[in-house]
């Protein structure tokens, strides 16, 4: 449906499209036909596409914060930046490869985890506590993302000084295998990679 405003029109009126570009008045014929040959390859992709879309708003929590310098630096958004890292991100049998699943990306050292364990409801992280280059105000941020009920919490995070990291963790979670995100935030918000680490 068209609108017009003083002299100004815009929208669709019958076979016309009516818009505004750079202040000028602007307008365009409807496509006679689409190319849309649904091929396998296609539908692959599109369906791709929205498993991994899903998941970025599942892992939002994280990745507004892992890939926030990486998108101001590519003038996009996180959620673009995600679906774009995590194209192929996909099992030969079509299931999200969860380990190689990046939802922070940066120059930021690395730290190793050394274990992950549940006990009491409870999930308790250590990591390496060795400071690298000065970097003694590091924080280490963790993101514990249940597959089966499509949930996922940010724990606060700590200094990489702490080498501990716990979160109480909701009781149907419990006995489900989860899948720990670490990454470092560092200078000016930069991050380090994506830590992964399964517990059960």
Request: hydrophobic share 35%; glycine share 8%.
């Amino acid at each position: 449906m068209a609108r017009k405003h003083g002299d100004i029109e815009s929208g669709k009126l019958g076979n016309k499209i009516y818009y505004t570009w750079h202040g000028r008045q602007c307008e365009r014929s409807m496509p006679t036909h689409v190319a849309n040959p649904q091929t396998p390859e296609q539908q692959s992709h599109r369906n791709a596409f929205a498993v991994i879309s899903k998941l970025s708003s599942y892992t939002k929590g994280a990745h507004l914060i892992g890939l926030h310098w990486l998108s101001v630096r590519e003038h996009n958004s996180t959620y673009a930046l995600f679906r774009k890292l995590n194209k192929d991100c996909f099992t030969p049998d079509g299931d999200i490869d969860y380990p190689h699943l990046i939802v922070s990306k940066g120059s930021v050292p690395l730290v190793t985890i050394t274990s992950a364990v549940i006990e009491d409801g409870c999930l308790t992280v250590n990591f390496d506590s060795h400071a690298y280059d000065g970097a003694a105000t590091d924080r280490l941020f963790l993101f514990v993302y249940s597959s089966a009920l499509r949930a996922g919490t940010l724990v606060d995070p700590v200094p990489r000084s702490a080498g501990r990291i716990t979160v109480d963790l909701p009781t149907e979670w419990l006995g489900q295998p989860l899948h720990l995100y670490a990454f470092l935030q560092g200078y000016r918000l930069r991050t380090s990679d994506t830590i992964y680490r399964m517990v059960q």
